[in-house]
Each structure stands twice: as C-alpha cells, then as structure tokens.
C-alpha cells in the first residue's frame, strides 16, 4: 500500500530547473532566456494560449518597447533598481532580440516602436516559435492553485497535478484587465510567503469627472497641456492627447496621469486642469481673440472661434463662459472675453473617480522593490524565488514603456535563475 502511495506521488509530480508561472510578456522572455542555458523550463498559464495581454497592446498592433525607454519614465520602485534591470536588456537589445527572431520593426511618432506587420500576432507568433525551439514546456488552463517551498518548489494544480523545481519566477502580473488573466493571485502567494505588498491601482486608466458637459463633446480629441492639483497645488503634469468621453476624459496626457490622481483621491479634491493652448502664453493669446473678433465682427462669436477650436467643443466653453455664442463677435465686452480666455488656458473638472481595474493598462503598485535583488529580481526573503514584470511595483508611461519593463525584467530573471 505505502509503495502505491508513492509511485502515484511520483506520476503525479513532474520535476523541472525552473518553474515559470504567468506566459505574459515577462514570464515568456524568462523562459526562453533561461531555456537557452540548457535547462528544464515549465511555462505554466491559466489562459488557454500565451500573450494574451502582448496581443491586446497598441490596439492590437503591440507597441513593443520605445526609443526613448529610460528610468525617469517609471514609478514606483528606487530609480537605482530600475535602472539596474533596464540597463542589463534595454530597448535597443530588446529590438535586436526580436529582429533576431525575425520580426522586422518599425518606429513611430515619440519613439514608439512596432512590428512592421502592425499586428501584434505576429510577436505573438515569433516567441512561439522561440519557445518550442528552447525546448520550454508549455503548460495551459492550468490554473495554480497553491505554491509551497521546502527544500524545493511544489507548484500545485486546480487538476492535482504537482510541479516541483528547484528555482520559481512568478510573472503572474498585477490586477489590470483581469479578463486577460491578471487577477493578483501571485501578489496572494508572495505575501504569504513574507512579501511586503504596495497597495495596488490602477494606473493609465481613463478618469470620470463630477461634470457631466465632457459627454456633449465625446469622441473630440485635442492636444493639450494638463495637470492634476491637489488642494491648489500639481502633483503632476502632462503634454499630450485628449479625449472627451460620456464618463469623463481619456487619452494619453490624462491616463499616463491616472496614478497620481487615485495615490491621492481619497484624502483630497483633485482637480484637473487643461490647457487648450499651452504653445501661447495668456496675453499673447488673448491678442489673437482679440483680432479675431476684430476682424470677424459680423460674423456670431462661435463661428468667429471655428478656426481656433472643435465647433460642438466651442459651444460647451462659451455656455462655461456665460457667453451667448450667436451674438456678433464685435458686440463681446473685454470681461467677456478674459472669461472665455481663463477656460481656454485653464478649462477645470473635478476628478470623481478614475476608472475600474479592468480598464486600466497597467497597475501601480506590486512587490515592495527594496525586498528584491536589483541585479537578479531574486527575492530576498525566500530562496531561489524570482520576480518579473508588472507583479513588482513598478509601472511606465503609456507609449510601450511597460512592455519594455515586461522585456527587461524577464531576461533579467530568467538570466539569473539559471546561475548556480
């Protein structure tokens, strides 16, 4: 009897070097990297295919790294640490590893880079391939169910099957959109295990406002300065696009700042305020108003400002503005005027909320770094177990900064557990 017990033990276990959980962006770089040493690598994902998140990046295109990758476009963690894990696979040795696998690259506006096939299954693919080539064994809608370690790790099953290995890298993610596969069970199994766990939000994320108006003007974009303030004073600035939306505002300048608003909304009021001309300092725009109205003096005040800003966006800013819009621009009064300037400059919302976990790109928050290896992404508090991706605090800028950090810290990982 004792035998049988035993030898079923056994069946059910299967023994690897390195036990990989999560086939994201990080998990799948780590594996191939370990791999290529020779060793015996399980890739184990609940999902029934890899990448699903690489497949949703860049509206299916996969933004896969930027030109301009550096620590300054990162929060969270030290900048030592994250410069530690960039500067041992940045995003020219991250371009050259995917040409490598024979995906020619693209660049785009801001350093962004992509396939040249604009499809983001076309990397998909190439790691496919890369993997089978390494020998990874690839183990899906194989959800974990329990990770202990005693004088190894045993990896257990929702199905009862065992996987026992010497080393572990979790690159199970943070909780962004969830539906892809990210539900923080791994922030669970890492705190059990002594982790210190930095609260966990949403970051590049959509933001609702208590005003309702940006519905009247959904689907508009408009390039613009914008900054967030608590009590008054910026916590944070950002250049770039902006979307009017029926809950609020998105687009990259308000989600790269999402961060920054959910660390802080609920201690204060924050605000966000929107320069439609930032290029043009108050009085030399106020010039240009000015003249225009001069110079269109039959024509009403809202056709007059056609040229200057999106027809249905001058109406909501002139009724802001308690200006009647089909008035002749020469009858507005210079009161009127500053007043539609002070909404051009500074046109203000409330924060009221930001979006849900599920709709944002990427969490902030994760593994305390300072309980890390910079140069391993080893853990220092339980042995031979290593950390990748989006599960450690730290998060980038919007424009293929993340999947750069997914890149970076996976080879970093993968590299280091296959070191004795």
Known sequence: MLFAIIHCII?????????????????????????????????IEKNPAIGRKILATGNGRCNLTNKFASPDRYHGADHNFIKDVLSKFDQ????????????????EDNGRIFPRTNQASSVVSSLEHRLTETGVEILLNSEVKRIENHDCWSITLSDGQVISSGKLILTTGGKAAHYLGSSGDGLFWVKNLGHTIKTVHAALVPIETKESWPKEVQGIKVEAQVSLKRDGQRISLKTGDLLFTHFGLSGPAIMA?????AANINESTITIHIDLFYDLEIKELDQKIAEIFSQSGKKTIKNALSGMIPQNLI?????????DGDRKAAEISREKRLALLKNFKDLTLTILAIRPLKEAQVTAGGIDSTEIESKTLQSKIAKNLYFAGEIID???DSGGFNLQWAWSSGYVAGQAATQK
């Open 257 to 261: 700042q999402a961060r920054n608003a």
């Open 92 to 107: 020219h040795e991250t371009m050259k590893f995917f040409e490598g696998l024979g995906l020619m690259l693209k660049e």
């Open 315 to 323: 109406n909501v800013l002139l009724r802001l503005s308690n200006i």
């Open 11 to 43: 069946v059910l276990m299967k023994v690897y070097d390195i036990a990989i959980i999560g086939a994201g962006p990080a998990g799948i770089m780590a594996a191939i990297i370990a791999a290529e040493t020779g060793q015996k690598v399980i890739l």
């Open 394 to 396: 730290v998060d980038g």
